[in-house]
Nanobody, 128 residues
Protein backbone atom coordinates (compact mmCIF):
# COMPACT_ATOMS: atom_id res chain seq x y z
CA UNK A 1 0.00 0.00 0.00
CA UNK A 2 1.59 3.23 -1.11
CA UNK A 3 1.79 6.28 1.16
CA UNK A 4 1.97 9.77 -0.30
CA UNK A 5 3.32 12.92 1.34
CA UNK A 6 3.02 16.35 -0.27
CA UNK A 7 5.34 19.27 0.41
CA UNK A 8 6.33 22.59 -1.10
CA UNK A 9 3.25 24.66 -0.46
CA UNK A 10 3.40 28.17 0.92
CA UNK A 11 2.55 31.80 0.37
CA UNK A 12 3.49 33.38 -2.95
CA UNK A 13 2.58 36.57 -4.78
CA UNK A 14 0.55 36.49 -7.97
CA UNK A 15 2.82 35.76 -10.91
CA UNK A 16 5.19 33.73 -8.79
CA UNK A 17 6.10 30.05 -8.83
CA UNK A 18 6.08 27.07 -6.53
CA UNK A 19 7.08 23.45 -6.95
CA UNK A 20 5.07 20.86 -5.08
CA UNK A 21 6.47 17.42 -4.36
CA UNK A 22 4.64 14.16 -3.78
CA UNK A 23 6.94 11.61 -2.19
CA UNK A 24 5.83 7.99 -2.28
CA UNK A 25 6.75 5.16 0.08
CA UNK A 26 5.59 1.58 0.38
CA UNK A 27 5.26 1.34 -3.38
CA UNK A 28 6.98 2.25 -6.62
CA UNK A 29 5.50 5.40 -8.07
CA UNK A 30 6.16 4.24 -11.63
CA UNK A 31 3.50 1.54 -11.12
CA UNK A 32 0.80 4.16 -10.47
CA UNK A 33 -0.97 6.84 -12.38
CA UNK A 34 -0.60 9.99 -10.27
CA UNK A 35 -2.90 12.94 -10.11
CA UNK A 36 -2.77 16.34 -8.50
CA UNK A 37 -6.02 17.78 -7.19
CA UNK A 38 -6.93 20.90 -5.28
CA UNK A 39 -9.67 22.05 -3.00
CA UNK A 40 -10.42 25.67 -2.23
CA UNK A 41 -12.55 26.68 0.77
CA UNK A 42 -16.22 25.99 0.14
CA UNK A 43 -15.54 24.21 -3.13
CA UNK A 44 -15.34 20.63 -4.26
CA UNK A 45 -12.04 18.91 -4.86
CA UNK A 46 -11.04 19.35 -8.49
CA UNK A 47 -8.63 17.71 -10.88
CA UNK A 48 -5.49 19.67 -11.76
CA UNK A 49 -3.00 17.41 -13.55
CA UNK A 50 -2.29 13.76 -14.26
CA UNK A 51 0.74 11.66 -15.10
CA UNK A 52 0.02 8.32 -16.71
CA UNK A 53 2.31 5.35 -16.30
CA UNK A 54 3.56 5.81 -19.85
CA UNK A 55 6.65 8.01 -19.70
CA UNK A 56 5.85 11.58 -20.64
CA UNK A 57 2.08 11.09 -20.70
CA UNK A 58 0.47 14.06 -18.99
CA UNK A 59 -2.90 15.80 -18.95
CA UNK A 60 -4.03 19.11 -17.48
CA UNK A 61 -7.17 20.88 -16.50
CA UNK A 62 -7.86 23.81 -18.80
CA UNK A 63 -7.48 26.23 -15.90
CA UNK A 64 -3.79 25.34 -15.44
CA UNK A 65 -2.73 24.31 -18.94
CA UNK A 66 0.41 26.17 -20.01
CA UNK A 67 1.18 27.23 -16.42
CA UNK A 68 1.57 23.97 -14.50
CA UNK A 69 3.77 20.98 -15.30
CA UNK A 70 3.56 17.53 -13.76
CA UNK A 71 6.64 15.32 -13.85
CA UNK A 72 8.03 12.15 -12.33
CA UNK A 73 11.42 11.28 -10.89
CA UNK A 74 11.22 7.52 -10.59
CA UNK A 75 14.69 7.32 -9.04
CA UNK A 76 13.44 9.50 -6.17
CA UNK A 77 10.00 7.87 -6.18
CA UNK A 78 8.53 11.37 -6.36
CA UNK A 79 6.11 13.27 -8.55
CA UNK A 80 6.29 17.05 -8.90
CA UNK A 81 3.92 19.83 -9.83
CA UNK A 82 5.70 22.93 -11.08
CA UNK A 83 3.35 25.87 -10.85
CA UNK A 84 4.20 29.09 -12.69
CA UNK A 85 2.34 32.34 -13.25
CA UNK A 86 0.27 31.68 -10.17
CA UNK A 87 -3.04 33.46 -9.73
CA UNK A 88 -5.08 34.17 -6.59
CA UNK A 89 -7.66 31.68 -7.84
CA UNK A 90 -5.02 28.95 -7.57
CA UNK A 91 -5.22 29.26 -3.80
CA UNK A 92 -6.20 25.86 -2.38
CA UNK A 93 -5.01 22.79 -0.56
CA UNK A 94 -3.23 20.65 -3.13
CA UNK A 95 -3.35 16.88 -2.91
CA UNK A 96 -1.59 14.14 -4.81
CA UNK A 97 -3.31 10.84 -5.33
CA UNK A 98 -2.46 7.47 -6.85
CA UNK A 99 -4.48 5.18 -9.05
CA UNK A 100 -3.19 1.63 -9.04
CA UNK A 101 -0.96 -0.21 -9.03
CA UNK A 102 -1.60 -0.65 -12.71
CA UNK A 103 -3.36 2.66 -13.24
CA UNK A 104 -3.89 4.35 -16.59
CA UNK A 105 -1.01 4.29 -19.02
CA UNK A 106 -2.14 7.35 -20.97
CA UNK A 107 -3.02 10.32 -18.81
CA UNK A 108 -6.49 11.82 -18.92
CA UNK A 109 -8.72 13.76 -16.54
CA UNK A 110 -9.08 11.93 -13.23
CA UNK A 111 -12.14 11.50 -11.05
CA UNK A 112 -11.26 12.09 -7.37
CA UNK A 113 -13.70 9.35 -6.40
CA UNK A 114 -11.74 6.78 -8.36
CA UNK A 115 -8.33 7.40 -6.81
CA UNK A 116 -6.99 4.71 -4.49
CA UNK A 117 -4.51 6.55 -2.27
CA UNK A 118 -4.26 10.15 -1.08
CA UNK A 119 -1.79 12.37 0.65
CA UNK A 120 -2.83 14.82 3.34
CA UNK A 121 -2.32 17.90 1.22
CA UNK A 122 -0.23 21.05 1.19
CA UNK A 123 -1.62 24.58 1.30
CA UNK A 124 -0.87 27.03 -1.50
CA UNK A 125 -1.85 30.65 -0.97
CA UNK A 126 -1.45 33.17 -3.78
CA UNK A 127 -1.76 36.81 -2.78
CA UNK A 128 -2.85 39.53 -5.19
Amino acid sequence: QVQLVESGGGLVQAGGSLRLSCAASGGTVSMYAIGWFRQAPGREREFVAAAGRSIGSTYYADSVKGRFTISRDNAKNTVYLQMNSLKPEDTAVYYCAADGPGGMMIARAMDPGRMDYWGKGTLVTVSS
